[in-house]
């Protein structure tokens, strides 16, 4: 019997994999799709996940960044990044370097759907595969969290996520978040002729109507482009608790905010280690306590930040306060950095 079967292939899975071979441990993923696996996000990476992932031996290219700018119709405000600078990837570069560190490390991938988890007292049983623990690294809309009941229902509107490339050489080597009153847009350079643009907000429709609420962007971007639209959404997941006997959640599968702080990997890499860290003790009850203390503080300014957004009063301050008061700004992003 191995001792971790890690449920999904992307970052947060295979950062899972790769702590948990290098902890000594024997880790099998199970992931139907073919590498390289996209999905719709920012695809910056603050300083922190570039670290950690360097922490894996995991080395990425793509774009470097500075810092953050935001920005709105009228104001502008700027934080650098104080640990060094950040990295824009492409998604399906991330996920390609992870898959081929995993391999490195023996790593077995089971190219199969992981089905019904079943548990017993020392064991847990999925995709034809007994393992001493699960890891659910199935995304943003866990089938795996469903199935154990771990949803909670959340009343707030729903908010989605747009994103498409654009072949342009950069213009900055900040994520730029442009600012509108019912959405945000970020634009993040990946590389020397190629930036992605992603669009948060609560309305549905096509990405180019929402693209038209940002005039300044939309004149600067050029009419070609190298993929198509792909969406993500509702983006909030509230979870009753990130542990059920032996699954563990991870990733997008142990609860989401909103995108609005560009944290997502680095919080997968981070829960990645405490997974780890509590399967190779055999205390997977720590595992929830972990969690929460490694996001707290992202729990903490996210959420500030998203009840700002939605009111319409605090949002309309939002960059301009950023720009009045540039030294908490850069605070607050390095907070996060």
Not at 5 to 23: C, D
Not at 73 to 92: I, N
Not at 200 to 222: M, S
Request: charged share 20%; glycine share 10%; aromatic share 4%.
């Amino acid at each position: 019997m191995i001792d971790l079967l890690v449920v999904g292939g992307g970052p947060a899975g295979l950062a899972t994999a790769i702590h948990a071979t290098e902890a000594g441990l024997e880790a099998v993923v199970v992931e139907p799709r073919p590498t390289p696996i996209d999905k719709a996000c920012g695809e910056g990476l603050m300083p922190g996940a570039v670290n950690a992932l360097a922490g894996l031996g995991v080395t990425v290219g793509g774009h470097p960044l500075r810092g953050i700018r935001y920005l709105d119709d009228r104001h502008r405000a700027e934080a650098l990044f104080a640990p060094g600078p950040g990295r824009g990837v492409r998604r399906t570069e991330l996920q390609t370097a992870l898959a081929r560190r995993a391999a490195e490390l023996g790593v077995r991938v089971i190219p199969v759907r992981s089905g019904g988890v079943r548990q017993s007292a020392d064991s847990v049983h999925a995709a034809g595969v007994s393992a001493r623990y699960l890891a659910a690294a199935d995304g943003l809309h866990s089938p795996i969290r469903r199935q154990l009941g771990l949803d909670l229902p959340d009343p707030r509107p729903p908010r989605f996520g747009l994103r498409r490339h654009f072949v342009i050489e950069p213009w900055t080597d900040c994520v730029e978040v442009h600012w509108s009153p019912r959405a945000e847009a970020y634009v993040t350079p990946l590389g020397p002729r190629l930036v992605g643009v992603a669009v948060l907000t609560t309305e549905r429709g096509p990405f180019d109507d929402h693209l038209a609420r940002f005039p300044l962007l939309a004149r600067r971007l050029p009419a070609s482009t190298t993929t198509p639209v792909r969406g993500a959404g509702p983006l909030r997941q509230r979870v009753g608790s990130r542990v059920a006997g032996r699954v563990l959640l991870v990733g997008d599968a142990a609860g989401y905010i909103d995108a609005l702080t560009g944290e997502g990997v680095s919080l997968a890499l981070a829960g990645a280690a405490q997974l780890v860290r509590c399967v190779r003790n055999d205390r997977p009850q720590a595992y929830e306590r972990a969690w929460r203390k490694v996001s707290r503080r992202h729990r903490l300014l996210t959420e500030s930040l998203l009840l700002a957004r939605q009111h319409p009063r605090l949002a309309r301050r939002i960059v301009p306060t950023a720009s009045r008061l540039p030294a908490a700004f850069t605070n607050l992003v390095n907070q996060l950095a």
